[in-house]
């Protein structure tokens, strides 16, 4: 009985929740962010740690541009709050590539996964990404599947790219 109350309640009164963090007037609270983010990088070491970063930083990206923001609005924003994800967990970005300066398959296997979470939004992103396909191209549901499926990789790939410094 105490179940069918609760449910009764739930559904005469909603609740209003938020995926990732609420943006208020004055955007992300970085601060915040960075104090209070915790990562329990002490159990699951940093490169899980760095891969949840990119997770939430690409997911930014992309619930920016789901909100309405100009993509490279939008990645402004997610770089700010992937940096204080990283710098309130003690985290540094450089020991996520290896050597040749691609990001280590481990951290770029977690992070797709991570990534993987905000699939959806982020085939509502893709019209709003791509800017301007070749002639007799269509931005169809499959073509934007296949985008929405290789976005994590290509958001890791920005990374690489200016590690490389190209």
Aim: hydrophobic share 40%; with cysteine; proline share 4%.
């Amino acid at each position: 009985m105490k179940k069918l109350i609760a449910l009764t309640f739930f559904l005469i009164f909603p609740v209003t929740t938020f995926a990732g963090f609420p943006e208020g007037e004055s955007g992300y609270d970085l601060e915040k962010l960075e104090k209070s983010f915790r990562l329990p990088c002490d159990e699951i070491g940093n490169d899980e740690c760095i891969a949840r970063s990119f997770g939430v930083g690409a997911c930014t990206w992309i619930f920016g541009i789901t909100k309405g923001k100009d993509p490279s609005d939008a990645l402004r924003i997610a770089d700010q709050v992937l940096i204080a994800l990283l710098k309130g967990n003690n985290l540094d970005i450089n020991s996520a590539f290896n050597k040749e300066g691609f990001i280590k398959e481990n951290i770029k296997k977690e992070s797709t996964y991570r990534i993987n979470f905000c699939k959806e939004e982020t085939k509502l992103a893709i019209p709003k990404l791509i800017k301007k396909l070749p002639e007799g191209i269509e931005l169809d549901e499959e073509r934007i599947e296949n985008l929405a499926t290789v976005f994590p990789l290509q958001y890791l790939s920005m990374f690489e790219v200016m590690r490389k410094g190209k």
